[in-house]
């Protein structure tokens, strides 16, 4: 099944949603999140490659390149993003897809940034045509070229920016233009987690929520999370609810697996 979800994200087919997440959820996922790469457990080999990445930047004093990742949903894109933030000491700006409806809403973002800033696009698949067109100068070239007036006194004026990093998130490789895929000097595609990397990852959790959780507690739940730390996390905070009503202290595989 994991390999049938991967093949359909891949080539852009709809996969089953997970269930809306309420607002105390969303909170709680923030105050979970991996604020480092030494907090961040699992995908070893793209962790390694951008720590390489981020130190070859800083070391020429450089923006990190543009980086596009993909992968299913809950799998570490967002944190990931705001890491290469926080490693590059970078401010980083955060918007999605569906939120730049015009050409109009990216140039406010774009000339709102300083150099070495981090612009991270969420849903990045779901850009307009009109706007993924505009982003293309602005990522080769930070500039951006915008027209003043229409007929034959149309001008074209160009724009520089500073330089800055694009952070792409999808969860769709196949809904992206290859001109704006190709404009990413780094891609990584991210996988699901094995159980033992869950099991690190609730224990981490279980911890920052004060919860007392035994190991094959952590690896019972981990099994039941679809290689997936969001909703690892998710099945976390409702056990911790059944163990506070039921007045339970320590979370074994018993209570668990209920």
């Known amino acids: 099944m994991t390999e049938e979800i991967r093949q359909a994200l891949l080539k852009g087919a709809p996969v089953s949603a997970e269930p809306k997440e309420t607002e105390e959820d969303i909170v709680l996922n923030m105050s979970l999140r ?59 700006t955060a918007t999605s897809g569906p939120a730049i409806e015009r050409a109009g809403d990216l140039i406010g973002i774009l000339t709102n ?42 001008k074209t004026i160009k724009f520089n920016l500073k330089p800055f990093s694009l952070v792409g998130a999808t969860t769709r490789t196949g809904l992206l233009a290859a001109p704006l895929r190709n404009r990413f000097g780094i891609f990584y595609n991210l996988d699901f987690y094995n159980v033992q990397d869950l099991s690190k990852i609730l224990k981490h959790s279980a911890k920052t929520l004060t919860m007392d959780i035994d190991d094959e507690a952590a690896e019972e739940i981990a099994r039941r999370a679809r290689g997936t730390p969001r909703i690892a996390n998710r099945l976390l905070r409702r056990i911790r609810d059944y163990a506070q009503v039921q007045k339970i202290k320590k979370i074994n595989e018993q209570v668990a697996s209920k």
């Open 34 to 92: 991996p604020k480092r790469f030494s907090e961040f457990i699992g995908q070893k080999e793209i962790v390694d490659n951008l720590k390489i990445s981020i130190q070859a930047a800083k070391q020429r004093k450089e923006p990190l390149e543009h980086v596009l990742l993909s992968g299913p949903p809950g799998l570490g894109k967002t944190s990931l993003s705001h890491i290469i933030a926080h490693e590059m000491s970078s401010k980083i």
């Open 113 to 154: 940034l300083e150099k070495g800033d981090i612009l991270f696009i969420d849903e990045i698949h779901r850009l307009s045509k009109v706007v993924e067109e505009f982003l293309y100068p602005a990522m080769e070239n930070f500039q951006i070229d915008f027209v003043i007036d229409k007929g034959p006194y149309a």
